[in-house]
């Protein structure tokens, strides 16, 4: 179930058992375990119209130590690691580091591509970046399509070294050759990884851009 929560972000308890096909009541046990494992958080589900009589629907996201079951065993050896390349050998080093790391991006982008030319190039980054472990999917957005990562595996690390998502950031708007926005990311406390990446008639000219902090994801 949490892996659920993970690959579509936040759920509510009628989402999971409809997509999962269980009873009501079997998720509603399965959700009490995680919360009182602190795997997941339950907060009421943001409305989008008139507000219903009655109890407000909530729904359940992951938390930290939800994310850290996954694949974030190695984050003090990684950070550990960063630490002393930025100390040894400076800040572009670490900047150097973290565009290898993305280069599978470039690589498996092409690939794709080659098989699938005709395909939306937002969809084979999706494709590219869950190959990796990334959850990710797209949505529309207001100026264009929106790369969404409900996962990040470096995400604890990436917070302290911000330079990881800059080259991501980068990556992607390499291979798209077009301008991109990051509007969101876990490493900063959002709870999905967001790009904006504009239609080709909205899309501002200049380079990929980073912003630090932006607001969450839209929903």
Do not use: K, W
Not at 117 to 126: H, Q, V, Y
């Amino acid at each position: 179930m949490a892996a659920s929560i993970l690959q579509a972000g936040a759920r509510t308890a009628a989402d999971l058992a409809t997509e999962l096909g269980l009873t009501p009541a079997a998720v509603r046990r399965h959700l009490d375990q995680l919360l009182d494992d602190g795997l997941v958080v339950s907060r009421p589900v943001r409305s989008r119209g008139e507000r219903r009589r009655g109890r407000p629907a909530r729904e359940f996201v992951l938390t930290d130590a939800g994310r850290d079951t996954f694949d974030q065993q190695y984050d003090d050896l990684a950070a550990a690691a960063l630490r002393f390349l930025s100390e040894t050998a400076g800040e572009d080093a670490v900047r150097e580091f973290a565009r290898r790391r993305m280069s599978f991006v470039e690589r498996r982008y092409a690939e794709l591509v080659g098989r699938h030319p005709d395909a939306d190039p937002a969809e084979l980054l999706a494709e590219v970046f869950s190959a990796e472990g990334y959850a990710a999917s797209t949505r529309t957005g207001p100026v264009g399509e929106q790369l969404c990562q409900q996962h990040c595996p470096v995400a604890h690390v990436a917070a302290e070294f911000p330079q990881l998502c800059e080259a991501e950031t980068e990556a992607i708007g390499r291979v798209l050759g077009s301008h991109v926005q990051r509007l969101a990311t876990i490493a900063h406390g959002d709870g999905v990884c967001t790009t904006c990446i504009p239609s080709a008639t909205g899309a501002p000219s200049g380079n990929t851009q980073t912003t630090p902090r932006a607001a969450p994801a839209a929903r």
